[in-house]
């Protein structure tokens, strides 16, 4: 609620609310008392988040956000938001060339092209009301090499690159933009992508939790600080993760079981 005007109850928008890093975000928010517009796909699942949230000051909309036309439509009835966490996205891996055009699309649209038609719908209204917070749930994959998740690092890439943009172009009209870039978060995600390996393949000290990530991206946006690495194990690896020997490390602890 921090920064916004009084005697209104703020409105944030949270892509992906029905589990993961969405879901402990949409509890934070709940807990703070903003209405709530809040997105998934799917129907069981949203239903089920929804109701264990027991808030009255929110609402869900279905959609696939890695369709250009279901985003067209789900944004018209969405109210205008004071803060949006653009969060939905899954994992995704494969060996390059074996991911066909349509899913390759659907990918990038879910985790860039679309995040940009989110936000900029509504970065004019929150021009006009003179406030806002954007966030922007990236990877620490748009910074370092990812072998057979090429598609993935490639789009959290290029959405840190465009929130980076951003938060200097919006910076003088008191609009906020985060790009949190975590590394390996307790979530569905990779039992979702078929990478349940993962979970004792790599050590525990690199597992960070989603209400940690929520803390540390909530405390960076409200610094308005353009960019945020959850947990002291990548805030300290960062500056190293472009040299070769630290990558070949990294690479070995985190690889992808091989598929074409
Ligand atoms: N977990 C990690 O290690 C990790 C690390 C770095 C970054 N991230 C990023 O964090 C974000 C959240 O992931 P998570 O780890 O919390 O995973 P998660 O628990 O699987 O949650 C993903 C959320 O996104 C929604 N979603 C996925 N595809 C969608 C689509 N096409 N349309 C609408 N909603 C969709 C899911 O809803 P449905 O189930 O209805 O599809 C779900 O609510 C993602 O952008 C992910 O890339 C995760």
Known sequence: M???KKNKRPVALVTGFSSG????YTKYLAK???ELELIAQNPEKAKKAFESLSYPHSR???CDLSKPED???VVKVIKEPNLIVANAGITKYGAAGSINKQEKRDLFYLLCNGV???IEEFIPSMINQGEGRIIIVSSIGAITPMPKSSIYASAKSAIYSYGQSLAKELSNK???VTVSLPGYVRTDAHARAGLDHLKSKVPNWMWVNAEQVVKETERASIKKKSEII???VYKLVRPFLKLSLANLIWNGMTKRKSKK
Do not use: E, K
């Open 60 to 62: 869900y909309h279905l």
């Open 230 to 232: 959850p947990g002291i």
């Open 116 to 118: 940009i038609d989110l």
């Open 174 to 176: 008191n609009i906020s």
């Open 2 to 4: 921090q920064g916004f």
């Open 71 to 73: 985003l067209d439509n």
């Open 32 to 34: 703070n008392n903003w």
């Open 21 to 24: 890093i969405g879901l402990a």
